[in-house]
């Protein structure tokens, strides 16, 4: 993943007319290249994951907060610039998300160590329908490695990587009420 690693102004372009396609920052990306493979071709986890944290969960909570959770709510997040647009909740009374004018910016309400509620800002005759992450060209501009969330470095963990874009539909989230009946059925399902 080098979502994070923009080399803009990169002078090794391969037309005089466009930008460089070829970034000057190697190391990150070889290092990055490098714990996947050891990883990969020899199932070797002493230098962490090579793969940053996944949404694994999307929770409609009743007061219309969205929560996202990452890797089941184990993995360690690290919030740096959470005010910028990266974040979008699409607010329409239609399923379709299709139009760009229908994607706000999401107001950042709480995180915690694996997960981050975000509150709509849907008028009141909107619903959300869809979150998005890092959904643009570039969504990471700013610089080397200034993307919002990253996974957090850990003893285990050498890297810190950031979430890559994502993309979910309410049809997939989990609301207030399936969630305690879940939770409800676990705890109360007979022990064996």
């Known amino acids: 993943m080098t979502v994070d690693l923009p080399d803009f102004e990169s002078p090794y372009a391969t037309k005089p007319d466009r930008q460089g396609i070829h970034p000057r920052i190697k190391q990150q990306i070889a290092d990055r290249l490098w714990v996947g493979a050891l990883q990969i071709a020899y199932n070797s986890t002493e230098h962490g994951r090579f793969q940053a944290p996944y ?38 009374m239609a399923v379709d998300c299709s139009s760009d004018n229908l994607w706000h910016p999401a107001v950042t309400e ?9 509150s709509p800002a849907c008028s009141a005759n909107m619903l959300p329908q869809a979150i998005r992450y890092l959904w643009r060209e570039s969504p990471c501009p700013s610089g080397v490695e200034q993307c919002p969330i990253y996974s957090r470095k850990t003893a285990q963990d050498t890297l810190s990587l950031p979430v890559p874009p994502f993309y979910s539909e309410s049809t997939t989230w989990i609301t207030d009420v399936l969630l305690a009946r879940l ?3 676990q705890y109360l399902a007979p022990s064996k």
């Open 183 to 185: 939770l409800q059925q």
């Open 55 to 92: 949404p694994t969960h999307v929770i409609l909570e009743e007061d219309a907060t969205i929560t996202v959770g990452f890797d089941n709510f184990e993995a360690e997040l690290e919030f740096r610039d959470l005010n910028r647009t990266t974040l979008e909740i699409c607010c329409t």
């Open 110 to 118: 709480r995180t915690g160590t694996s997960y981050i509620t975000l």
